[in-house]
């Protein structure tokens, strides 16, 4: 199924693309009530930035290849997790 083929899906791909360079967001900012298919949906839409979208506790599901593209954008880190207090965009942007 195309990832943009109903309009909950279209709205996960539309809030994905809305995050800044150098910015993050979690993928219950994305959709509160369905952070797995926010996963789900990163997963099979092309062309996202899909390393924007961390875990709650700023945790990266795609490891060193997520890290190493957020800190090229300018992503600051705390040890192995992002740093959600300076680098995650409110959920209501």
Same mark, same amino acid.
């Given at each position: 199924m195309e990832a943009t083929s109903d309009? %909950? %899906? +279209?709205?996960?791909? *539309? !809030?994905? !693309? +809305?995050?800044? $360079?150098g910015f993050v967001r979690t993928y219950g900012d994305i959709d509160p009530r369905a952070p797995r298919l926010v996963g789900h949906v990163l997963a099979t839409a092309q062309d996202l930035p899909w390393h924007r979208v961390v875990r709650a506790d700023g945790s990266l599901p795609k490891g @060193? @290849?997520? !890290? $190493? %593209? &957020? &800190? %090229? *954008?300018?992503?600051?880190?705390r040890g192995a997790r992002v740093d959600l207090r300076e680098a995650r965009l409110p959920p209501d942007l």
């Open positions: 309009p %909950r %899906r +279209a709205q996960i791909v *539309e !809030r994905v !693309r +809305a995050i800044p $360079e @060193t @290849t997520q !890290r $190493e %593209r &957020l &800190l %090229r *954008e300018g992503v600051p880190m």
